[in-house]
């Protein structure tokens, strides 16, 4: 089996959850990967779950709240909106729409039926905040006779780590115990043929360390194994090698002339070329060749997940100062629409 | 304007180690600083040195674990072998197993006919797999459980906890209260009240409310789910009482004088920030800081030269190659000294977060633990950062 080419991967899809070790760049990468959607005229829905409020910090803009707000918009069309959904506000909401409660809603808040539901069954939590996300799926601009076009062209959603990733989305499994029936198990129900449907993947973000590469090897086996789609894994913080590799080996080989040929290249453009500054150069080479290594060997395990990868590179500076808007660059150039 | 001088009280590991009034070391810090690895080496560096350790770990790396000899999940501490005999010190390691953790809560509180019912309950089976907080609640109930053994049986004189990789460090110290005062909730209370006693008096205060919950509660959820959730309840009722008593113990034991808080970091603005506040947090409820340690900062090999200086001088023989020696190290030397540039910008970086954060926290002792090129996975790598640790 090879590895799918990336359009065949991507080609109709409108949910992309994002998902990765904790400390990755997971946040940062649904961001990059919505401007990236953005830069071709679509109109994207950003969303976070776990009330980090990851998404605002990352544009530098107030906190957000249960609304969806406008972040960027291009001038060829695209837009990135955002919205941190809250499990108790989508109930209360929820309940709105289906019931008409009026007061009764506050009347449950008061009485700490709505803390109750979404926290002594962490199911039903999770039920109510992939339903806000299904919703945005599936809203169309027109009335209910007459749907019209969709609302948003993609959904990108910053969703739990890798840890927890396949519990959160396999919400009908998780309610199967708990709600039996009821409109909780139906959302459920159509929420997962929705994530099951090829217009949803998953993305997996890494970083060239062990235990990233680790969990995202075993998510994406529980992914499929449970069978949620797989989009592509992301290599974040890539460092490109600054010394070739022939010159690394050498350097490991001939310490001596190598160490010679240094404190002579050193001398010749008048840097002190003290025995230690010269050793010095020359460890860090050699950490470097190491971290390259293992680097390599982990590359290596990631593509033997035959998912197609995209590379972003450290950024030195932060995701502040248009850092963000490079990555996405960098996503379109690697070829995703 | 002259930058603040970098002088952090340094964090004298060694002296907390050997001392034998420290019982416990609590090691937190927000996700992915290398809490684990810190832990694992506080404790093989205080097994090396003579005392007997159990480590206590939450979600080590695969191979961090099996470098401690633990390849299961089981929940019982493990000696790691051939640590610190020479000395009459000893290491043992284990991995928490949350979930078992709260099935022994649950057995040691309640008849075994209950824990049965308790056990098989769809709600039960929910909460004590993954209910927010119940992997913090169950590390400090563990760490409750091991200081008894120790007290009990002799076997340890030091306990090194990992803390649960919660998305703030501060959800570990806020977890207890959290499950607790859920448990407490007023719409928990209201379904077990017919259990308790003057229930019903309560029922009627509240019985319009309690009817529109209860209503509420069974269309949206389901009318099974609730007669679920009374029976769980119900049958933990009687559990209450031990559960919150544990975890006032608990949490009594973390402020005495005999724990020590280790707060991890890694050289990068949010770690830190989040080490600020949970600095900051352990005075505010009076709990015994030791220090803070700093993960994986960049040094440099050749702190002579420049980071400016190097790509300068790479430029210089850049420019010069043409008539420079075309052999088979050419281009070695501006190779290596760009890449001594970029190692000096890092360095700069770190070196910057961590100044920012001591000028905020002088009097807070704190060491350095150098990056290393690889990662972590056997008791010789646990062993260098150990004695980083101890000189940092």
Known sequence: ?337 | MATPPLAPEPLDLDALLADPATGIIVCCGSGGVGKTTTAAALGLRAAESGRRVVVLTIDPARRLAQSLGLTELDNTPRPVAGVGDEVGGSLHAMMLDMKRTFDEVVEAHSTPEKAAQILANPFYQSVSSSFAGTQEYMAMEKLGQLRAQAEREGTWNLIVVDTPPSRSALDFLDAPKRLGSFLDGRFIRLLTAPARAGGRAYLKVFSVGATIAAVTVSRVLGGQLLADVQTFVSALDTMFGGFRERADVTYALLKEPATAFVVVAAPERDALREAAYFVDRLESEGMPLAGVVVNRVQTLAAPALSGSRAAAAAEQLEDGADTAAADDLAGLTPALLRLHADLAEVATRHEGHVRRFVAGHREVPLSTVPASATDIHDLEGLRTVSAALATG
Do not use: C
């Open chain 1, 1 to 337: 089996m090879s590895t799918p080419p990336l359009d065949r991967a991507l080609d109709g899809v409108r949910l992309h959850v994002v998902t990765g070790k904790g400390g990755v760049g997971k946040t940062t990468v649904a961001a990059a990967l919505a401007l990236a959607l953005a830069r071709q005229g679509k109109r994207v829905l950003l969303a976070e779950v776990e009330g980090r409020q990851g998404i605002s910090q990352t544009f530098d803009v107030p906190p957000l709240g249960i609304e969806e707000v406008r972040l960027v918009s291009h001038a060829g069309g695209g837009e990135v909106w955002g919205i941190s959904v809250d499990a108790k506000a989508a109930l209360l909401e929820y309940l709105q729409m289906f019931y008409k409660l009026g007061r009764a809603g506050g009347a449950l808040e008061r009485m700490g039926v709505i803390d109750f539901a979404t926290t002594i069954a962490p199911g039903v939590r999770d039920v109510l905040l992939i339903g806000k996300v299904y919703e945005a799926v599936g809203r169309t601009t027109g009335t209910r006779r007459h749907k019209g076009p969709r609302t948003w062209d993609a959904v990108v959603l910053d969703a739990p780590p890798t840890g927890r990733i396949t519990r959160f989305l396999n919400v009908n499994v998780q309610v199967a115990d708990l709600a039996r029936m009821g409109p909780i198990h139906s959302q459920a129900e159509s929420i997962t043929r929705m994530l099951r449907h090829p217009q949803s993947v998953v993305h997996v973000v890494t970083l060239l360390e062990e235990m990233p590469v680790q969990e995202t090897v075993d998510a994406i086996g529980e992914l499929s194994d449970a069978g949620f789609g797989l989009g592509t894994v992301v290599v974040n913080q890539v460092r490109e090698p600054l010394v070739d590799e022939a010159l690394l080996e050498i350097a490991a080989a001939e310490p001596e002339r190598v160490a010679a040929r240094v404190r002579d290249d050193l001398t010749g453009v008048g840097v002190r070329a003290a025995a230690r500054t010269v050793n010095g150069l020359l460890r860090e080479a050699h950490d470097h060749a190491e971290r390259v290594e293992l680097e390599r060997s982990l590359t290596d395990e990631v593509a033997s997940q035959r998912l197609p990868t995209l590379r972003l590179p450290v950024l030195t500076g932060g995701v502040e100062d248009g850092g963000i808007a490079a990555l996405a660059d960098q996503l379109v150039e690697q070829g995703v629409r």
